[in-house]
């Protein structure tokens, strides 16, 4: 439920995805995420990947046809995979190491389709047609504001975990929150 996972949060609602399910370690992100529309939310503390995807078919009553990987967290693609239905789809986007260990075969023998995005090529009509007719609305995703000069305490913000989406003005005039 960071600042991707919950544009994709907002997104999926705005296109009509029917019941989302998102999850994170953190309780106030979880709330956010619930704030935008998610109908379930798993909070994660020690789970193992197929214990996560056992929660996950217990909210929704089945596996859902597509999960989206917002963190690119080895652990959190192997959730990915076994949450995922037979014949469905797993969306990679957070991106994370260069090489992980996944269940490939769980994945293989369950004809799952695993899908990377990368660079979002051709999305950006329709994400700036969506942001301008004013049916998405990302502002309140932005948490917390500093200006320039307070560079080093927005970082320590970011780095705490604090809010969801941390911005920096770099424009001492700029008078907008």
């Known amino acids: 439920a960071g600042p991707i996972g919950l544009v994709t949060l907002l997104v ?5 995805v029917s019941q989302i399910v998102i999850s994170d370690l953190s309780t106030s992100r979880l709330e956010k995420a619930k704030e935008l529309g998610a109908d379930f939310t798993l909070q994660i ?3 193992s990947p197929e ?3 056992q929660k996950v078919e217990g909210v929704l009553g089945c596996k859902p046809e597509i999960s989206i990987e917002c963190t690119g967290v080895e652990s959190c693609i192997q959730a990915g995979i076994y949450a995922t239905r037979s014949g469905g789809t797993v969306v990679l986007v957070g991106m994370g190491p260069a090489v992980v260990n996944v269940p490939l075969l769980s994945a293989a023998v369950r004809e799952v ?3 990377g995005i990368f660079r979002y090529c051709n999305t950006w009509p329709l994400a700036i047609a969506m942001l301008s007719s004013k049916r998405l609305n990302v502002a309140s995703l932005v948490t917390h504001r500093f200006p320039l000069e307070q560079a080093l305490e927005a970082f320590e913000t970011t780095k705490k975990g604090q809010g969801v989406k ?3 003005k ?6 907008n929150p």
Do not use: F, W
């Not at 999926?12 to 009509?16: D, E, F, I, L």
């Not at 770099?170 to 008078?175: L, M, V």
């Open 45 to 47: 503390s020690k789970e």
């Open 170 to 175: 770099c424009d001492e005039n700029d008078q």
């Open 113 to 115: 389709d695993i899908r």
């Open 166 to 168: 941390v911005m920096l």
């Open 12 to 16: 999926a609602k705005m296109m009509g």
């Open 51 to 53: 214990e996560i995807a």
